[in-house]
Structure formats: structure tokens, C-alpha cells
């Protein structure tokens, strides 16, 4: 288990932990994970590009593996930099790292 980093907004006294390393949620649930985490742009253009690895699939056998194996690398990409992506979402919103 990686280890957590606290974010503190300036105004008020809600501490946020952040995981460090592979993010799991982010990797099996993808953008309703970004979702949960109130990252709604993240969580659209998570949307979107599922959306356009499926449309790959439905063009015939080989378009359909060649989907498959990019939206496991797309799950992979995100469970790697999901946690990135939500400390940067929350530092934009002002949180500082304790």
C-alpha cells in the first residue's frame, strides 16, 4: 500500500488524504471513480474516450480485439496516474499539502 499525502484547504479545516501509487479505483471503475472524486472534467473525458474504444469494437473481429487491448491500457494508464490526477485537481481548488 502506497503511502498518503494531506491536503488542507486554506479556509476551511477539511483534510484530504490522497493515496500515492497505483490507484485501483481508478483503473477498474474509471470515470465513476473520477466521478466519486468530484473530478468532473477528468471524469468526462474518461467518459469519452471509453465511448470511442467501444465504437473501435463494434467494427468487426479485429477492430474488436485491437479495442480490448487498448481500453486495458487506457485502465491501466488511469489506475497509474489516478491519484496524480486527483492531488492536481485539488491543488487547483486551493488545497495545500500539509
Not at 490507484?23 to 472524486?37: D, E, N, P
Not at 467501444?54 to 491519484?83: E, R
Request: overall charge positive.
Amino acid at each position: 500500500m502506497g503511502a498518503r499525502i494531506y491536503l488542507q484547504h486554506p479556509g476551511h479545516d477539511q483534510t484530504v488524504a490522497v493515496a500515492t501509487g497505483f490507484s485501483w479505483g481508478a483503473c477498474l471503475l474509471g470515470f465513476i471513480w473520477a466521478l466519486s472524486k468530484r473530478m468532473w472534467f477528468a471524469a468526462f473525458v474518461m467518459l469519452a474516450i471509453n465511448l470511442m474504444l467501444f465504437g473501435i469494437g463494434l467494427w468487426g473481429a479485429t477492430a474488436d480485439l485491437i479495442g480490448l487491448l487498448l481500453s486495458i491500457l487506457f485502465a491501466v494508464v488511469c489506475g497509474a496516474y489516478g491519484n496524480q490526477w486527483h492531488r492536481w485537481t485539488l491543488e487547483k481548488r486551493g488545497y495545500v499539502a500539509l
